[in-house]
C-alpha cells in the first residue's frame, strides 16, 4: 500500500491533536503554523515541519485546515496563492455558513476544492471512533478522502454539496451549546449566592440537562407543523415562571441579564396574543428579525 500522507496547517489544541491522530495512524505529516513553536512536539513524533505556506501546500494534494476562523485562513492561504492548483482544502476553522461559501469560490478560482467541515466535539475528542464531523462540498471528493476525514473523527457526516451546509450544523449545535451552558453558568451563580457549590447541584443539573431531549423531540413534530396549542403549557405559565427566576436572581443579587433577556421574550410573546398557545410559540417569533 502507498505511504498515506497529509498536510495540517493551524496547530491550536484541535489541529495538534488533528495531526498527532494522523501521526498515530502511521500517515506522513507535513505541518505548517504561524508561530512555528507550536510544531515542535509533532516534529518529536515524526511530522515534517514546512519551512513556509508554500511548502506546505506542495506536500500534499490533501490539506487540513485548523485556524481560528476564516479570516486567519485568508492570511495564511493568501501568502502562496498560487500553490492552491489541485488542492483539497478540509477547512475545519469555524465561521459563518456565509464565509464557508465564499471562501469555497475563493479556492475554486484557484483551482483548489474546498470541504467545509465541522467538528463537534474538543480537542480530546479528536481521533475516537464516536466522534463526528459535519462536511459539506462535492461529494465525490469527499468520499474519495473519507479514510482520511475519518481519522480526524470516526464518523464523517457529509451534509450536502452546499459549502455552508457543514457551517450551519455547526453553528446549531454552537447555537445550543453556548445558551445551555450560560445556563449552567447561571445556576452556578445562583447557587454560590445560596452557599452552594457547583459539586453541590451538579446531579440536579445533569437531571435538569438529561430531560431536555424529551422535549426536543416532543416539540419536534409540532414546531413543524406550526402547532403550538396550550394543551401541556401555555405561555401564560411559563411567563409567570420565567418571572419568579429573575425575581429569585434579583433577590440573591447576582447578575439579572440572561434570566431578564429571557423574561423579555417571553413578554413580547404576551404582547403578540400568544398567552393561551404553548410557549413553543416564541418560535414563531425567533423566525423574524425582532422591530
Ligand atoms: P485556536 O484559535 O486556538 O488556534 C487556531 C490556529 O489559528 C493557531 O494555530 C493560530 O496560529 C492560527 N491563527 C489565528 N489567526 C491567524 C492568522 N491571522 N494567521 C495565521 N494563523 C492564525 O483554535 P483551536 O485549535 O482551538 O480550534 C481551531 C478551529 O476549530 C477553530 O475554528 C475553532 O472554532 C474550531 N473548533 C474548536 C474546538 C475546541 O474545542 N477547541 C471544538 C470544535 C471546533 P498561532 O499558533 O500562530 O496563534
Redesign the pocket.
Known sequence: TPRRSVTVI???????AMAGSFLDRGYDVTVW???AS?ADALVARGATLAADVRGALDANELVIL????Y??VY??LGAAESALSGRVLVN????TPEKARAAARWAAERGAVQLTG??????SGIGRAESSTFYSGPLHVFEEHRPALEVITGRADHRGEDPGLAALM?QIGMTMFWTSMLSYWQAVALADANGLKAADILPHAVETANSLPGFLAFYAERLDGARHDGDVDRLAMGTASVEHVLHTHGDAGVDTTLPAAVVELFRRGMDAGHAADSFSSLVELMKKAAA
Open positions: 493551524g496547530l491550536g489544541p484541535m489541529g495538534q503554523n504561524r508561530t507550536r485548523s485556524l481560528t476562523d479570516g486567519a492570511a495564511t475545519l476553522s469555524s465561521d465541522g467538528v463537534t466535539v474538543p480537542p455547526y
